[in-house]
């Protein structure tokens, strides 16, 4: 079997959330249930109305230029990308051509062509054999990032459409939802038995998921192999094609456009200007937050966390903000990484089996009253599972932790003749395992201790147990 080379560029759009449209003054709600509400005559296309550019919107491009290293442009302009759709109701879209926002940049070390922006068409429906159009979306100020064909996996494509969305929700700039559309990812892709030439290219059109965008690009090149094997490599053509989520494959849509069949043309109705003389680009750069890879570096690097908790907190920045609180207060590192698995398994959970939200778990627990329930662990006085109970209890009890833990009897017992008669008692019960264990079958001890744990009612600690036993042995 030959071997084929995919190369893969993404273009990738997010609503910004801003308070209204882009070139009008009308809320900027795309998912509101009432068809053609935010309208005015603007985003209509009425005749004789002007659009004026969202200042805020421009910045918010500017932000997400900045965080990639991209260079931003000084002069810019918009320009009318002509095609017809109902659901756009100029019949042409405004959008930049010639000269984006931002051109260059990276992210995750794929190249950045550019980032530019748009305003966002209308929503089609179809039913009952109508079509209707509600315009609710039409205007909504869109981003749109373009990479490089530097991707040559679904995996690669995966991962940097999730790291734009976690830098987009960073920067707050876009809500980024990809199951309301708020974000949606097209993709092109070629095969090619020569790493160094493209194939024919192929674009996939509004992937809404990230299992979709892989899914869609395998099955891709799957079907573009097999037409290579085949020696029907004249079959693949410049096209769109859609996503089947029922029958999980691509399906041709149209023939691929060039720019030139959109005829762009500079925007009459909008002036030229230039960035400088709205911003200060130095002002927008020093207000950017803690951008995702940074803040991975400092976890890992400076805490010692796992890789797993710093991806858990971007993905929960209200647990992060908490965690954070804490971490400031509390030198121990040893302490900062078991109050953040205790966050990422426990403060999850809680959400689950006591029906509350992180915020409501927060509210209830003041981050100083959790570091003491934690210093209780760390001094032997707790067991992990008695961090776990209390933890449930201290939801509707504003107690401390150490007088609910001697009231509920969660204190761990210390004195060594108490917990050597429970371990005397264990290895009565237990005789046959505890003479295997002496003979060299030294995972019986974890059985031992268990046993010890159980007779304890859970105050023996499992450390001193396992010491204890092991003395014995």
Excluded at 28 to 43: F, G, L, R, S, Y
Aim: net charge negative; hydrophobic share 40%.
């Amino acid at each position: 079997m030959a071997t084929y080379y995919p190369t893969i560029g993404l273009e990738i759009h997010a609503e910004l959330n801003t308070a209204s449209k882009m070139f009008c003054g009308c809320k900027n709600d795309a998912h509101e249930t009432v068809p053609n509400t935010n309208v005015c005559p603007v985003c209509l296309a009425h005749p004789g109305t002007l659009p004026v550019p969202n200042k805020e919107a421009i910045k918010k491009v500017i932000q997400v230029g900045l965080a990639v290293d991209g260079e931003i442009a000084d002069f810019t302009e918009f320009d009318r990308k002509n095609y017809f759709y109902p659901d756009i109701p100029k019949g042409y879209q405004i959008s930049q051509y010639k000269y984006p926002l931002v051109q260059h940049g990276s992210l995750l070390g794929f190249d950045i062509t550019r980032i530019h922006l748009e305003e966002d068409t209308g929503t089609s429906i179809h039913q009952e054999g109508k079509s209707l159009v509600d315009y609710n979306r039409a205007g909504v100020p869109l981003m749109e990032l373009v990479t490089e064909p530097v991707l040559h996996s679904a995996d690669d494509a995966m991962r940097f459409a999730k790291e734009l969305r976690l830098l987009l929700r960073e920067l707050d700039v876009s809500n980024a939802d990809m199951e309301l559309g708020n974000m949606r990812v097209e993709v092109n892709i070629s095969i090619s038995p020569d790493k160094d030439k493209l194939g024919t290219k192929v674009e996939i059109k509004n992937l809404n998921s990230f299992s979709v965008v892989g899914k869609a690009i395998d099955y891709e090149i799957a079907r573009m192999t097999k037409l290579h094997d085949e020696g029907r490599a004249n079959e693949i053509v410049q096209e769109t094609r859609g996503w089947s989520d029922e029958n999980q494959n691509t399906f041709s849509q149209r023939t691929k456009e060039n720019s030139d069949d959109y005829r762009y043309f500079p925007d009459p109705d909008i002036p030229k200007f230039y960035i400088s003389e709205l911003f200060n680009l130095d002002e927008i750069k020093a207000g950017l937050p803690e951008l995702p890879w940074k803040l991975r570096a400092r976890y890992e690097v400076d805490l010692k966390l796992n890789p797993e908790i710093g991806e858990f907190f971007l993905a929960e920045p209200v647990l992060r903000k908490y965690f954070e609180a804490g971490a400031e207060l509390e030198p121990d590192l040893e302490m900062i990484k078991l109050m953040a698995n205790y966050i990422k398994s426990d403060f999850v959970g809680l959400s689950l089996s006591q029906s509350m939200t992180h915020e409501d778990i927060i509210k209830q627990l003041p981050v100083v009253r959790f570091l003491n329930l934690l210093k209780l662990y760390r001094a032997g006085s707790l067991s992990s599972r008695g961090v776990k109970d209390l933890l449930v209890v201290m939801m509707n009890d504003d107690r401390e932790p150490d007088v609910l833990a001697k009231e509920l009897g969660y204190i761990q017992v210390q004195d060594e003749s108490a917990l050597n008669a429970i371990i005397d008692t264990v290895i009565a019960e237990n005789v046959a395992q505890w003479e295997d264990y002496k003979n060299g079958k030294d995972a019986l001890l974890q059985f031992m201790i268990g046993m010890a744990m159980k007779a304890s009612k859970g105050s023996g600690n499992p450390a001193k147990f396992k010491e204890l036993f092991e003395a014995k042995k």
